[in-house]
């Protein structure tokens, strides 16, 4: 099979391209072909010599994953696809559409929130291995990680429609359990060369892989990072998530001061409130405790409703009394605003089944609420 062609990087591509006698500049002209003017095959990229295009398309593939199914849902402003892999594998990505409106939140840590913004939530493996108990990807189980063609074709799905001011690493996967697909992913999504985002609109979450927060730390990015808790203590930590293993949230908080003292950007640490397991006033206490007098942020994502388990979301009464504690401590808390809850597209709902797809076939779109 041939590689495609965003599975290279930018430079290899160049070295590519020296190889055959052209010139630099024309790495850079393709580039802009496939990011920013979405094309999908050489024989469109006019301003290259027919015999560069025709070579192109010999050694490079320069194909998109299909799309299954396409649903929308809170009034058109979420969007959810659902991308076919080939080999009965799928993987599915979600634009969220954010009014130029100061009040409402999201998933990420942008920092000017009164700007219109579109957010493409991308996944990064087929399926995932960490296993959380609350979270419909980790209960599908693993297949594998996504190639970097393949990450970004779900960014550019949405932004031949429109702009895509934010991407956040928060689909199906794990994403430092992929770091070679994410890292290359990125490069493109932010290279000037490429599609041009800027670095700050990039969100990655991890599970809490140290390893490669460490790595991630030292790739001179300005992403945000934000990593997932969702427990006090180490002990309710390792059942929530049964593969953490021997991470401890010790090791966590410092893997994440480190990441915030080099970079300069402010982490984030996930939790999402499952009622009675992890939500009590005590347990609020007790993660206060640990983050008093840190530069964090904490991010509460009220649990979403998944098949097969019997876990439960707290009432807004018990999510507010926790995030007061947080806040009490002096511990910088929001609550994260839901989005396409009801047509499985919110965090932890996605889930990919292709025997199952047929339901997910026609485009809906909800009435406001
Ligand atoms: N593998 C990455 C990305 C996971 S999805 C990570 O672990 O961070 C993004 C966030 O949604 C994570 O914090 C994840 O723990 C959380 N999440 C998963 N299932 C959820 C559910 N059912 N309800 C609420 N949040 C959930």
């Known amino acids: ?3 495609h ?13 020296a190889e055959w006698g052209e010139p630099r ?11 920013r003017e979405g094309a999908t095959t050489f024989e469109v990229m006019t301003n290259l010599p027919a015999a560069l295009r025709t070579r192109l398309s010999e050694e490079f593939a320069l194909t998109t994953p299909p799309i299954l199914a396409t649903r929308a849902a809170d009034d058109g402003s979420t969007t959810k696809v659902l991308l076919d892999l080939g080999n009965g594998e799928a993987i599915e990505a979600v634009r969220m559409d954010y009014d130029p409106d100061p009040s409402e939140g999201a998933a990420t840590n942008e920092e000017t929130p009164s700007a219109a913004r579109t957010t493409v939530c991308v996944s990064t493996q087929a399926g995932c291995a960490m296993a959380c108990i609350f979270c419909a990807t980790g209960q599908q189980g693993f297949t594998r990680n996504l190639t ?11 932004s031949r429609e429109r702009r895509v001011t934010n991407v956040v690493f928060m689909g199906m996967g794990e994403p430092l359990a992929n770091y070679e697909g994410m890292i290359r992913a990125i490069r493109w ?3 000037p060369r490429g599609l041009n985002m800027r670095q700050r609109g990039i969100t990655v979450s991890t599970v809490g892989l140290t390893r490669p927060i460490e790595r991630l ?8 990072l934000t990593i997932s808790l969702h427990a006090p203590d ?7 998530i049964p593969t953490a293993g021997g991470v401890t949230i010790d090791a966590l908080l410092e893997a994440g001061a480190n990441y915030q003292r080099t970079t300069g950007r402010r982490v984030t640490y996930a ?13 609020a206490r007790a993660l206060a405790a640990r983050l008093r007098g840190k530069p964090v942020h904490v991010n509460l994502i009220p649990y979403n409703p998944t098949a097969g388990d019997d876990l439960r979301r707290p009432g807004r009464d018990r999510v507010r009394a926790f995030r007061q504690e947080l806040l009490e401590a002096g511990v910088n808390a929001t609550v994260r605003i839901e989005r396409g809850v009801e047509i499985a597209a919110a965090c932890g709902q996605l889930r990919t089944d292709v025997a199952n797809t047929a339901p997910l076939a026609p485009l809906e779109v909800s009435a406001p609420s």
């Open 217 to 224: 730390t030292q790739e001179q990015l300005q992403i945000g």
């Open 5 to 17: 062609l965003l599975d290279l990087n930018l430079d290899e591509l160049e070295a590519r391209l």
């Open 189 to 191: 999504l932010t290279d």
């Open 1 to 3: 099979m041939k590689p």
């Open 271 to 283: 939790y999402a409130l499952l009622e009675g397991v992890n939500d009590t006033p005590e347990q």
């Open 25 to 35: 500049y024309r790495a850079e002209q393709i580039a802009r072909w496939v990011l």
């Open 148 to 158: 970097p063609a393949e990450i970004v074709a779900q960014v550019l799905h949405f």
């Open 234 to 240: 180490d002990e309710l930590r390792r059942h929530l």
